[in-house]
């Protein structure tokens, strides 16, 4: 294989233009090969705003270009299990934004196709190779905060003026906890190191049938219980904070922020102000995968972690399904 993945991007979305293709243009080891969209015009704005090798004006075409190593896929979470399985089928390698599935029987049947077409599959998460997180996981797993009493976590912004956006329809697997839920939850498992033992979730739904808002409780082993809350209709905060025994950590800087980052340690009534200088969470993903893809390194989110993930974004937002 070349030093450079060749990529094709499956999707004309926002966060493809924003974040994944800038991201893999800024890589040492990534070549941005292909776009694919299915309004001729759109895909013009990314061909001349990318300049990519070539274009197409369909999933399918590029999904047959044999010279595309990689795919990434931008699509509505609902379009997720289609187009992962068919550029699986391909031949293509795979990187899903997140969410990846809508429920864990999804996921585990697009792991499997992964497995059995022995191509690489992972689960987009930028926020994760912030060094931040890293830094946050560290504190944590060294026990400089003593021992984990609680987490308190938020990710809100207002999406109430945009009323035709994809995330209130349903039909696209749109809502609160699918989009912000899903990274709220994985952080806080990340920094738990484990699954938790119980979980409570009151889930505020729009006449859409989408939920507007989310609020979870977990429990890990009566050890220490976390909360978070997900919204659609608040001003933007994605704030996180920790407590222990010796100390309490917050940071209001999450989800894939880049640049000088700060987080505050708080031990009695003085509060110390750190930073942490960041790359772009985006290229840092896309040159991880590229990596995995050539065997340089193992994927950060595993397999289990990803199914796990969907498994409780979909008890969270049935609570009454058990």
């Known amino acids: ?66 010279n595309i190593q990689a795919v990434y896929i931008p699509l509505p979470n609902a379009l997720h299990l289609e187009w992962v399985i068919k550029a699986l089928e391909s031949g293509k390698n795979v990187l899903c934004e997140k969410p990846i599935a809508l429920d864990e029987f999804e996921a585990q049947t697009m792991f499997n196709r992964a497995f059995s077409q022995k191509k690489v599959l992972m689960e987009a998460f930028a ?33 109430t003026a945009r009323e035709k956006d994809i995330r209130w329809s349903k039909a696209l697997g749109g809502g609160a906890m699918y989009d912000l839920g899903c990274y709220t939850l994985h952080l806080t498992r990340h920094l738990a190191g484990k699954e938790p033992t119980q979980v409570k979730s009151f889930v505020k739904r729009t006449p859409y049938g989408v939920d507007e808002s989310t609020t979870v409780l977990m429990n890990f082993d009566d050890q220490f219980h976390t909360t978070f809350h997900v919204g659609f209709t608040e001003q933007f905060n994605q704030r996180c904070q920790i407590h222990g025994s010796e100390g309490s950590l917050m940071t209001p800087f999450t989800f894939n922020e880049k640049g000088t980052l700060q987080y505050y340690i708080q031990r009695g009534k003085e509060i110390t102000e750190y930073t942490v200088d960041s790359p772009d969470n985006y290229m840092l993903e896309a040159t991880h995968f590229a990596n995995v893809v050539m065997g340089k390194e193992q994927p950060v989110i595993s397999i289990k972690d990803s199914v796990m993930n969907a498994s409780w974004i979909r008890t969270i937002l049935n609570p009454f399904s058990k």
């Open 1 to 66: 294989m070349s030093e450079k993945l060749k990529w094709g991007i499956l999707g004309t979305a926002n966060i493809a233009r924003k974040a994944l293709i800038p991201g893999i243009l800024a890589s040492e080891n990534g070549e941005l090969y292909a776009i694919a969209g299915r309004k001729k015009e759109k895909v013009d704005e990314f061909k001349s705003q990318f300049n990519p090798k070539t274009v197409y004006y369909s999933y399918e075409e590029l999904l047959k270009d044999d």
């Open 127 to 159: 926020y994760i190779h912030n060094p931040l997180i890293k830094k946050m996981k560290e504190i944590i797993d060294k026990g400089s905060l003593g021992e984990i009493k609680a987490m308190e976590m938020t990710f809100t912004f207002d999406l």
